[in-house]
């Protein structure tokens, strides 16, 4: 059974900074998968955040560049998401994703507020 668990998420002022992890510790071959942080707001569809390929490039939804950056450990079987510069628009339920072919992947979400 595939598990991803998140954590990191909380309650942040605007400017803040937040560092989301994924543990895919029950992945295997997990440096064969595509990993992805994706994000749902109350009301709206899930969007993607960022990706990372197996090789370490990385895409970022045009909302985040320059704030967020996304990077893999794959001895750890974990994913991570650093973000700064935090918006209220930036309030959502953060999902990680991991993905080779059809293996398609989800974890539960973590909840990030950005409130003053």
């Known amino acids: 059974q595939v598990q991803l668990v998140e954590s990191g998420g909380g309650l942040v002022q605007p400017g803040g900074s937040l560092r989301l992890s994924c543990a895919a510790s029950?992945?295997?071959?997990?440096?064969?998968?595509?990993m992805g942080w994706y994000r749902q707001a109350p009301g709206k569809q899930r969007e993607l955040v960022a990706t990372?390929?197996?090789?370490?490039?990385?895409n970022y939804a045009d909302s985040v560049k320059g704030r967020f950056t996304m990077s893999r450990d794959n001895v750890k079987k974990a994913a991570y998401l650093q973000m700064n510069s935090l918006k209220p628009e930036d309030t959502a339920v953060y999902y990680c994703n991991v993905v080779r072919g059809s293996y398609n992947y989800w974890g539960q979400g973590t909840q990030v507020t950005v409130s003053s």
């Open positions: 029950t992945v295997i071959f997990i440096s064969t998968y595509a």
């Open positions: 990372i390929t197996p090789g370490g490039s990385t």
